[in-house]
């Protein structure tokens, strides 16, 4: 029982990783209906470039390690707001109108762009960062056996856990969260009642980019590193999540992409690890035509 309690608590922060990450893809989702493979890649982009601005600030401007790692972080956040107007003005905005398919072969070239950006930054090579805050605080223990997560995952996991509710209350309550969700619905009628939706469109993606930069952020503070190609892993895993959870409720998505981390984690507890991706995203697979199935029959 405290083995599983482990693999939970270990699924806890791996889920509130995908659930911010999902909720700021449903933001630019419901506003394009398209699919977004960007999304995952400015994940792992704006995460591996806090890595490289840290051993800067800590290697050529000799900041100490704390000072280190805010700079590192505000670089991966300024990346991230100025990749989200890029790619609301230049790749979503000019797209939206055409074919499906546009929109996933464009997303997918600025994903590969990406990563080759930052595979050619770090001249190919792995940066890692030292373990933070890596001092467990101890849940349960009994015969020997502990259950433990550290400073670092308790940290984060509040954090995120606080972006997401005020991000969900802010969508219900403000201006910008009303305005959201009639160009979602409608951006035709949307505009007839005064509604900008091209500027709704620009913010949304900078608020979904920087939601993406932060969970990036996080996961290398807490993993030490995140390869070139984690990207796409994470953009189609988002994707699925998104699909099986909701398109158009942030809120939703969270939830949904917040029980698959919890769900991947105790697989890799349990069973070979090696299958773990196969397994969840046919679980995906399985439910999305499951569902389908029942709406298609429904009176």
């Not at 984690?265 to 569902?291: C, H, K, N």
Request: hydrophobic share 60%; with cysteine.
């Amino acid at each position: 029982m405290l083995y599983f309690l482990q693999q939970a608590l270990f699924g806890i922060h791996a889920g509130a990783i995908y659930a911010l990450l999902a909720f700021g893809y449903v933001l630019v989702n419901a506003l394009l209906r398209r699919t977004n493979l960007a999304h995952g890649a400015l994940f792992a982009f704006c995460g591996h470039a806090m890595i490289l601005a840290t051993l800067f600030g800590w290697n050529v401007l000799w900041l100490t390690w704390p000072a280190a790692i805010g700079f590192g972080a505000l670089v991966g956040l300024a990346y991230a707001a100025i990749l989200g107007m890029v790619l609301s003005r230049h790749i979503f905005e000019p797209l939206r109108s055409a074919a499906p398919n546009t929109i996933v072969t464009a997303t997918l070239g600025v994903a590969i762009v990406l990563m080759e950006a930052s595979r050619i930054a770090a001249g190919t090579r792995d940066y890692w960062l030292p373990p933070l805050l890596s001092e467990p605080i101890v849940f349960a223990q009994a015969e020997g056996f502990i259950v433990t997560l550290t400073l670092n995952q308790i940290i984060g996991c509040l954090i995120i856990f606080m972006i997401l509710a005020a991000s969900s209350v802010f969508l219900a309550r403000s201006r910008f969260g009303r305005n959201w969700q009639a160009v979602a619905d409608d951006p035709f009628a949307a505009a007839l009642c005064g509604v900008d939706p091209p500027r709704i469109f620009r913010l949304a993606s900078i608020f979904a980019a920087l939601l993406a930069a932060i969970s990036g952020i996080l996961a290398a503070a807490y993993y030490g590193n995140i390869s070139f190609g984690t990207g796409l892993v994470y953009g189609l895993k988002v994707l699925f999540v998104t699909a099986a959870g909701s398109y158009t409720s942030p809120f939703r998505a969270a939830l949904g992409a917040f029980a698959f981390g919890i769900g991947e984690t105790v697989w890799t507890g349990y069973f070979p690890s090696e299958w773990r991706d196969a397994w969840m995203l046919a679980f995906l697979a399985a439910t999305l035509i499951l569902r389908h199935s029942a709406r298609d029959d429904a009176p």
